[in-house]
């Protein structure tokens, strides 16, 4: 599926986001900033689905946030962020949140408790919407305490896609729902897209990602480290780029199950160099004490410093860059 215009929807370009915080150690109370989100870059077009895949903590839902603008009080956001080739300034995410773009929350609490569901869920395609959800037509009259949790939740994907909006962020639309009910809200995301309008799917479900999504972008530990079109996933641990990707890949129950030892660092604790190096097999000392850059490669973006050009090459690092110190 090809993009359906060159000027993205949404630029984000080197976003940093962190919070300030006090040191409780040894009773000093020290502010510290603590940086969750390192250097973030990406894109979306017209016509396209971008899921965002990674696990908890990898700095998906703040992402969301910081591109509407609500985050919290104490978090701090540097870098830039261009909706339709315009910068996207706190001025501007306020007049756009609700409007052109939409956002399908994480939590169901979202939801006011106070009011009716149909108060909520306003517009001419309800009623359509709410039958291909499969949400009985009596479910307007309800208070969101009267619902199950996979029926807040598809009110809450509802409440996006009835409106007009040209960017839809969905943060984790499915949990709670049926595997038959999840399909239908991804397909809805899937006919937007189709209709010209781009959606954000953020999800730690790849195989759901790259059922319905055109590309991939893959979170470790508050940066992106490849975007990959989803037919690469598709085709094999050996067709990604990053070390990272083929681990999620090869994690798969239906590749193997195989998992990786070793766990995701927490935000304060970050390695010197790639955060994934601590479990990476292919690691040089290189990777222990230097970040790598962003750098395209086959279609695609890898942060990596051995990734390589074709799909049968592995990140493996050769004799020649241990001596040379690599």
């Given at each position: 599926?090809?993009?359906?215009?060159?000027?993205?929807?949404?630029?984000?370009?080197?976003?940093?986001?962190?919070?300030?915080?006090?040191?409780?150690?040894?009773?000093?109370?020290?502010?510290?900033?603590?940086?969750?989100?390192?250097?973030?870059?990406?894109?979306?077009?017209?016509?396209?689905?971008?899921?965002?895949?990674?696990?908890?903590?990898?700095?998906?839902?703040?992402?969301?946030?910081?591109?509407?603008?609500?985050?919290?009080?104490?978090?701090?956001?540097?870098?830039?962020?261009?909706?339709?080739?315009?910068?996207?300034?706190?001025?501007?995410?306020?007049?756009?949140?609700?409007?052109?773009?939409?956002?399908?929350?994480?939590?169901?609490?979202?939801?006011?408790?106070?009011?009716?569901?149909?108060?909520?869920?306003?517009?001419?395609?309800?009623?359509?919407?709410f039958r291909r959800l499969g949400?009985?037509?009596?479910?307007v009259r309800c208070y969101p305490?009267?619902?199950?949790?996979?029926?807040?939740?598809?009110?809450?994907?509802?409440?996006?896609?009835?409106?007009?909006?040209?960017?839809?962020?969905?943060?984790?639309?499915?949990?709670?729902?049926?595997?038959?009910?999840?399909?239908?809200?991804?397909?809805?995301?899937?006919?937007?897209?189709?209709?010209?309008?781009?959606?954000?799917?953020?999800?730690?479900?790849?195989?759901?990602?790259?059922?319905?999504?055109?590309?991939?972008?893959?979170?470790?530990?508050?940066?992106?480290?490849?975007?990959?079109?989803?037919?690469?996933?598709?085709?094999?641990?050996?067709?990604?780029?990053?070390?990272?990707?083929?681990?999620?890949?090869?994690?798969?129950?239906?590749?193997?199950?195989?998992?990786?030892?070793?766990?995701?660092?927490?935000?304060?604790?970050?390695?010197?160099?790639?955060?994934?190096?601590?479990r990476c097999s292919s690691r040089?000392?290189?990777?222990?004490?230097?970040?790598?850059?962003?750098?395209?490669?086959?279609?695609?973006?890898?942060?990596?410093?051995?990734?390589?050009?074709?799909?049968?090459?592995?990140?493996?690092?050769?004799?020649?860059?241990?001596?040379?110190?690599?």
């Amino acid at each position: 599926m090809e993009n359906k215009q060159n000027t993205p929807v949404l630029e984000v370009d080197g976003l940093s986001v962190s919070f300030r915080m006090y040191d409780t150690a040894d009773r000093a109370f020290q502010q510290k900033n603590l940086q969750v989100i390192t250097d973030l870059s990406m894109c979306v077009h017209a016509g396209e689905v971008l899921a965002v895949a990674g696990s908890s903590g990898s700095g998906k839902s703040l992402l969301a946030s910081a591109i509407l603008g609500i985050l919290p009080d104490n978090a701090v956001a540097e870098g830039s962020m261009r909706y339709q080739g315009q910068e996207l300034t706190p001025e501007l995410q306020r007049k756009l949140r609700g409007t052109e773009i939409a956002l399908v929350p994480q939590s169901v609490d979202f939801l006011d408790p106070l009011m009716r569901v149909g108060a909520q869920t306003k517009g001419n395609r309800r009623a359509h919407i709410f039958r291909r959800l499969g949400l009985p037509e009596e479910t307007v009259r309800c208070y969101p305490f009267q619902l199950s949790g996979g029926m807040a939740r598809r009110v809450l994907v509802s409440t996006a896609l009835i409106t007009d909006a040209r960017l839809i962020i969905a943060d984790e639309p499915t949990p709670g729902m049926s595997l038959d009910q999840a399909l239908e809200a991804l397909r809805s995301f899937r006919e937007i897209a189709d209709a010209g309008k781009a959606v954000i799917l953020i999800t730690h479900d790849i195989d759901l990602a790259f059922a319905f999504a055109d590309r991939i972008a893959v979170f470790y530990a508050g940066m992106t480290v490849e975007t990959a079109r989803a037919e690469d996933f598709r085709a094999g641990a050996e067709a990604l780029r990053h070390p990272y990707s083929k681990a999620l890949w090869r994690a798969l129950p239906q590749n193997g199950f195989e998992p990786i030892a070793g766990f995701q660092p927490y935000a304060d604790n970050l390695p010197e160099g790639c955060p994934f190096a601590p479990r990476c097999s292919s690691r040089s000392p290189r990777c222990e004490r230097e970040l790598p850059p962003v750098r395209a490669l086959r279609g695609g973006e890898v942060r990596c410093f051995y990734a390589h050009g074709r799909p049968e090459e592995t990140c493996q690092y050769t004799l020649t860059d241990a001596r040379r110190g690599e």
